[in-house]
Protein backbone atom coordinates (compact mmCIF):
# COMPACT_ATOMS: atom_id res chain seq x y z
CA UNK A 1 0.00 0.00 0.00
CA UNK A 2 1.64 3.25 -1.01
CA UNK A 3 1.11 5.68 1.30
CA UNK A 4 1.79 8.99 -1.11
CA UNK A 5 4.16 11.57 -0.21
CA UNK A 6 3.79 15.01 1.64
CA UNK A 7 5.66 18.11 0.82
CA UNK A 8 7.57 19.05 4.14
CA UNK A 9 7.89 17.98 7.75
CA UNK A 10 9.32 19.90 10.59
CA UNK A 11 9.87 17.91 13.90
CA UNK A 12 9.93 20.27 16.65
CA UNK A 13 11.80 18.18 20.20
CA UNK A 14 9.41 19.39 22.68
CA UNK A 15 10.93 17.04 25.00
CA UNK A 16 14.30 15.04 25.41
CA UNK A 17 16.17 14.01 28.43
CA UNK A 18 19.04 16.22 27.49
CA UNK A 19 18.76 20.20 26.32
CA UNK A 20 22.73 20.92 26.39
CA UNK A 21 24.58 23.70 28.08
CA UNK A 22 23.11 27.49 28.58
CA UNK A 23 20.02 26.48 26.93
CA UNK A 24 16.97 28.33 27.50
CA UNK A 25 14.50 24.63 26.82
CA UNK A 26 13.87 22.57 29.54
CA UNK A 27 15.05 18.97 29.40
CA UNK A 28 12.77 16.37 30.84
CA UNK A 29 12.89 12.79 31.00
CA UNK A 30 10.87 11.22 27.94
CA UNK A 31 10.63 11.84 24.39
CA UNK A 32 7.96 14.59 22.91
CA UNK A 33 7.70 16.06 19.12
CA UNK A 34 5.23 18.11 17.08
CA UNK A 35 4.72 16.89 13.87
CA UNK A 36 4.50 20.00 11.54
CA UNK A 37 3.12 18.26 8.30
CA UNK A 38 2.53 19.62 4.74
CA UNK A 39 1.27 17.72 1.80
CA UNK A 40 -1.56 18.61 -1.04
CA UNK A 41 -3.92 17.88 1.23
CA UNK A 42 -3.51 20.47 3.41
CA UNK A 43 -1.38 20.65 6.80
CA UNK A 44 -1.37 19.16 10.24
CA UNK A 45 0.16 19.02 13.47
CA UNK A 46 0.35 16.39 15.51
CA UNK A 47 1.82 15.82 19.18
CA UNK A 48 4.07 13.01 19.11
CA UNK A 49 3.99 11.26 22.59
CA UNK A 50 3.93 14.19 25.49
CA UNK A 51 6.78 13.24 28.04
CA UNK A 52 6.36 12.71 31.62
CA UNK A 53 5.09 16.22 32.77
CA UNK A 54 3.60 18.63 30.53
CA UNK A 55 4.62 21.76 32.09
CA UNK A 56 8.04 21.26 30.31
CA UNK A 57 6.35 20.69 26.97
CA UNK A 58 4.62 23.65 27.24
CA UNK A 59 7.12 25.73 28.30
CA UNK A 60 9.52 24.70 25.36
CA UNK A 61 6.37 25.16 23.18
CA UNK A 62 6.24 28.62 23.96
CA UNK A 63 9.79 29.03 23.05
CA UNK A 64 9.04 27.18 19.78
CA UNK A 65 6.10 29.97 19.27
CA UNK A 66 3.72 26.81 18.99
CA UNK A 67 0.12 27.10 19.90
CA UNK A 68 -0.97 24.07 22.04
CA UNK A 69 -4.39 25.17 20.10
CA UNK A 70 -2.96 24.33 16.48
CA UNK A 71 -2.61 20.76 17.48
CA UNK A 72 -4.80 18.50 15.38
CA UNK A 73 -4.45 15.11 16.79
CA UNK A 74 -2.11 13.40 19.65
CA UNK A 75 -0.20 9.89 18.64
CA UNK A 76 0.73 7.86 22.09
CA UNK A 77 4.08 5.43 20.97
CA UNK A 78 3.05 3.51 23.98
CA UNK A 79 1.77 3.73 27.52
CA UNK A 80 4.76 4.37 29.84
CA UNK A 81 4.55 7.32 31.97
CA UNK A 82 7.66 9.47 30.02
CA UNK A 83 5.70 9.30 26.80
CA UNK A 84 2.21 10.14 28.22
CA UNK A 85 2.45 11.41 31.53
CA UNK A 86 1.74 15.00 30.42
CA UNK A 87 -1.00 14.65 28.25
CA UNK A 88 -3.84 15.72 30.76
CA UNK A 89 -2.44 18.97 31.25
CA UNK A 90 -1.28 19.88 27.54
CA UNK A 91 -5.17 18.54 26.56
CA UNK A 92 -5.97 21.23 28.75
CA UNK A 93 -3.89 24.20 26.55
CA UNK A 94 -5.24 22.25 23.77
CA UNK A 95 -8.74 23.39 24.96
CA UNK A 96 -10.75 21.87 21.89
CA UNK A 97 -14.13 19.66 21.90
CA UNK A 98 -12.55 16.60 20.11
CA UNK A 99 -8.80 15.59 19.63
CA UNK A 100 -8.13 12.34 18.36
CA UNK A 101 -5.40 9.90 20.23
CA UNK A 102 -4.03 7.33 18.37
CA UNK A 103 -2.37 4.65 20.03
CA UNK A 104 -2.30 0.59 20.60
CA UNK A 105 -5.54 -1.38 22.21
CA UNK A 106 -3.25 -2.52 24.85
CA UNK A 107 -2.08 0.78 25.88
CA UNK A 108 -4.04 0.78 28.92
CA UNK A 109 -2.08 -2.17 30.54
CA UNK A 110 -0.91 -1.99 33.85
CA UNK A 111 2.97 -2.90 34.07
CA UNK A 112 4.95 -3.16 37.06
CA UNK A 113 8.51 -3.26 37.44
CA UNK A 114 9.61 -6.61 39.29
CA UNK A 115 12.48 -5.09 41.65
CA UNK A 116 12.42 -2.17 44.30
CA UNK A 117 12.28 1.27 42.71
CA UNK A 118 13.24 4.00 44.56
CA UNK A 119 13.22 7.09 42.39
CA UNK A 120 11.63 10.05 44.56
CA UNK A 121 8.36 10.70 42.29
CA UNK A 122 7.67 7.55 41.18
CA UNK A 123 7.89 4.91 44.22
CA UNK A 124 4.15 3.44 42.99
CA UNK A 125 4.83 0.07 41.94
CA UNK A 126 2.83 1.02 39.04
CA UNK A 127 5.58 2.64 37.99
CA UNK A 128 5.22 2.34 33.95
CA UNK A 129 1.45 2.94 33.82
CA UNK A 130 1.11 6.09 32.37
CA UNK A 131 -2.76 6.48 31.70
CA UNK A 132 -3.88 6.33 35.59
CA UNK A 133 -5.04 9.28 37.67
CA UNK A 134 -5.38 12.29 36.41
CA UNK A 135 -4.26 10.79 32.43
CA UNK A 136 -7.07 8.13 33.27
CA UNK A 137 -8.88 6.42 30.46
CA UNK A 138 -12.05 9.04 31.35
CA UNK A 139 -10.47 11.88 32.61
CA UNK A 140 -8.67 12.19 28.97
CA UNK A 141 -12.18 11.72 27.63
CA UNK A 142 -13.43 14.88 29.77
CA UNK A 143 -10.33 17.39 28.50
CA UNK A 144 -11.57 16.37 24.64
CA UNK A 145 -9.54 13.48 23.83
CA UNK A 146 -10.93 10.68 21.94
CA UNK A 147 -9.71 7.36 21.40
CA UNK A 148 -8.93 5.81 18.20
CA UNK A 149 -7.01 2.64 18.97
CA UNK A 150 -5.99 -0.02 16.79
CA UNK A 151 -3.52 -2.46 16.44
CA UNK A 152 -3.36 -2.57 12.42
CA UNK A 153 -1.40 0.50 10.71
CA UNK A 154 -3.75 3.09 10.26
CA UNK A 155 -3.00 6.00 7.20
CA UNK A 156 -3.41 9.44 9.07
CA UNK A 157 -3.11 11.88 6.03
CA UNK A 158 -0.98 11.67 2.50
CA UNK A 159 2.40 10.28 3.37
CA UNK A 160 1.79 9.70 7.34
CA UNK A 161 1.26 6.00 8.60
CA UNK A 162 1.68 4.44 11.50
CA UNK A 163 3.19 1.15 12.09
CA UNK A 164 0.50 -0.67 14.08
CA UNK A 165 1.43 -3.69 16.11
CA UNK A 166 5.05 -5.10 15.50
CA UNK A 167 4.30 -8.85 15.89
CA UNK A 168 6.60 -11.67 16.44
CA UNK A 169 6.14 -12.91 12.91
CA UNK A 170 8.19 -9.59 12.01
CA UNK A 171 10.51 -9.09 14.45
CA UNK A 172 14.34 -9.88 13.69
CA UNK A 173 15.27 -12.76 16.22
CA UNK A 174 17.27 -10.61 18.88
CA UNK A 175 14.49 -8.28 19.05
CA UNK A 176 12.22 -10.97 20.32
CA UNK A 177 13.13 -10.76 23.59
CA UNK A 178 11.58 -7.64 25.43
CA UNK A 179 14.17 -4.74 25.46
CA UNK A 180 12.86 -3.31 29.01
CA UNK A 181 12.57 -5.61 32.36
CA UNK A 182 8.90 -5.02 32.93
CA UNK A 183 5.65 -7.21 34.18
CA UNK A 184 1.98 -7.11 32.81
CA UNK A 185 -0.73 -7.80 35.39
CA UNK A 186 -3.39 -9.34 33.64
CA UNK A 187 -6.60 -11.55 34.87
CA UNK A 188 -4.51 -11.59 38.08
CA UNK A 189 -1.75 -12.83 36.87
CA UNK A 190 2.07 -11.07 36.10
CA UNK A 191 3.44 -12.08 33.25
CA UNK A 192 6.32 -10.55 31.64
CA UNK A 193 5.34 -7.97 29.39
CA UNK A 194 6.23 -7.74 25.45
CA UNK A 195 5.21 -4.27 25.17
CA UNK A 196 2.63 -4.71 22.28
CA UNK A 197 1.56 -1.52 22.75
CA UNK A 198 4.64 -0.28 21.27
CA UNK A 199 4.32 1.84 17.83
CA UNK A 200 5.91 4.49 15.62
CA UNK A 201 5.30 7.01 12.87
CA UNK A 202 6.42 6.68 9.21
CA UNK A 203 6.49 9.79 6.86
CA UNK A 204 7.11 9.75 3.33
CA UNK A 205 8.97 12.77 2.47
CA UNK A 206 10.75 13.15 -1.28
CA UNK A 207 13.25 12.11 0.03
CA UNK A 208 12.55 8.72 1.56
CA UNK A 209 10.97 7.75 4.81
CA UNK A 210 10.97 9.00 7.76
CA UNK A 211 10.32 6.60 10.93
CA UNK A 212 9.48 8.12 14.18
CA UNK A 213 9.90 5.90 17.36
CA UNK A 214 9.18 6.50 21.16
CA UNK A 215 11.24 3.97 22.55
CA UNK A 216 11.28 1.45 20.34
CA UNK A 217 10.62 -1.33 22.77
CA UNK A 218 9.60 -3.44 19.39
CA UNK A 219 13.40 -3.35 18.51
CA UNK A 220 14.22 -0.38 16.04
CA UNK A 221 15.38 -2.61 13.28
CA UNK A 222 11.82 -4.85 13.00
CA UNK A 223 10.44 -1.03 13.52
CA UNK A 224 12.26 0.05 10.49
CA UNK A 225 11.50 -3.37 8.66
CA UNK A 226 7.61 -3.08 9.22
CA UNK A 227 7.46 0.55 7.81
CA UNK A 228 9.41 -0.04 4.76
CA UNK A 229 7.12 -3.20 4.23
CA UNK A 230 3.56 -1.67 4.79
CA UNK A 231 4.32 1.52 2.69
CA UNK A 232 6.58 -0.57 0.13
CA UNK A 233 8.68 2.31 0.72
CA UNK A 234 12.80 1.14 1.00
CA UNK A 235 14.75 4.44 0.85
CA UNK A 236 15.04 5.45 4.97
CA UNK A 237 16.15 9.14 5.28
CA UNK A 238 16.22 8.94 9.13
CA UNK A 239 15.13 7.61 11.66
CA UNK A 240 14.44 9.94 14.87
CA UNK A 241 13.92 8.70 18.79
CA UNK A 242 14.96 6.75 21.64
CA UNK A 243 16.31 3.12 20.29
CA UNK A 244 16.16 1.55 24.15
CA UNK A 245 19.56 -0.01 23.55
CA UNK A 246 20.82 1.33 27.13
CA UNK A 247 21.12 -1.82 28.52
CA UNK A 248 21.86 -3.79 25.19
CA UNK A 249 24.62 -6.07 25.01
CA UNK A 250 27.91 -4.39 22.70
CA UNK A 251 27.10 -7.49 20.15
CA UNK A 252 23.61 -6.20 20.25
CA UNK A 253 24.94 -2.59 19.42
CA UNK A 254 26.88 -3.68 16.79
CA UNK A 255 24.48 -6.09 15.00
CA UNK A 256 21.78 -2.90 15.33
CA UNK A 257 23.76 -0.41 13.80
CA UNK A 258 24.87 -3.29 10.65
CA UNK A 259 21.24 -3.86 10.12
CA UNK A 260 20.33 -0.23 9.59
CA UNK A 261 23.04 0.66 7.49
CA UNK A 262 21.73 -2.72 5.61
CA UNK A 263 18.95 -1.56 4.97
CA UNK A 264 19.89 1.81 3.43
CA UNK A 265 19.33 4.47 6.96
CA UNK A 266 20.81 7.49 5.91
CA UNK A 267 20.40 9.71 8.96
CA UNK A 268 19.90 8.79 12.83
CA UNK A 269 18.33 10.95 15.36
CA UNK A 270 18.59 9.72 18.62
CA UNK A 271 18.71 10.44 22.29
CA UNK A 272 16.39 9.38 25.10
CA UNK A 273 16.94 5.30 25.70
CA UNK A 274 19.73 5.11 23.39
CA UNK A 275 22.18 5.09 25.45
CA UNK A 276 25.75 6.10 25.65
CA UNK A 277 27.65 3.37 24.14
CA UNK A 278 25.00 2.97 21.25
CA UNK A 279 25.39 6.57 20.44
CA UNK A 280 29.15 6.38 20.57
CA UNK A 281 28.61 3.74 17.97
CA UNK A 282 26.05 5.48 15.75
CA UNK A 283 28.91 8.46 16.28
CA UNK A 284 31.30 6.58 14.74
CA UNK A 285 29.41 5.01 12.07
CA UNK A 286 27.25 7.37 10.79
CA UNK A 287 29.41 10.64 11.16
CA UNK A 288 27.82 13.71 10.39
CA UNK A 289 24.36 11.81 9.94
CA UNK A 290 24.23 10.86 13.63
CA UNK A 291 22.51 13.89 15.21
CA UNK A 292 21.82 13.78 18.65
CA UNK A 293 18.35 14.94 19.91
CA UNK A 294 18.29 17.89 22.35
CA UNK A 295 15.05 19.91 23.80
CA UNK A 296 14.73 22.62 21.73
CA UNK A 297 15.54 20.75 18.33
CA UNK A 298 14.11 21.43 15.20
CA UNK A 299 14.81 18.92 12.54
CA UNK A 300 13.29 19.87 8.73
CA UNK A 301 12.82 17.13 6.01
CA UNK A 302 11.58 17.97 2.22
FE1 LIG B 1 10.89 6.04 27.20
FE1 LIG C 1 9.13 2.90 27.33
Redesign the pocket.
Known amino acids: MSPGEVDSLKIYTLSEDYTGYDSPFWASFGISFLLHIKSGEGEKKILFDTATDSEPVLHNMKLLEIDPHDIDLIFLS?S?F??TGGIAGILKEIGKDEVPIIAHPEIFNISIMPEPYTEPYRSSIFLNQGLSGKNSKVNIEELGGRWYLTADPMNLMTGVMTTGEIKSGDKVDYERVPN?DLLDLKDGKLIPSVIRDDISLSVNTQKGLIIIT??S?AGIVSIVKKAIKITGIKNVEGIVGGFHLLSAKSGTIDQTIKDLKNLNVNRIYSGHCTGFEAEYKFRNIFSKDFERLSSGKIITFK
Do not use: L, V, W
Open positions: HHDHIGCH
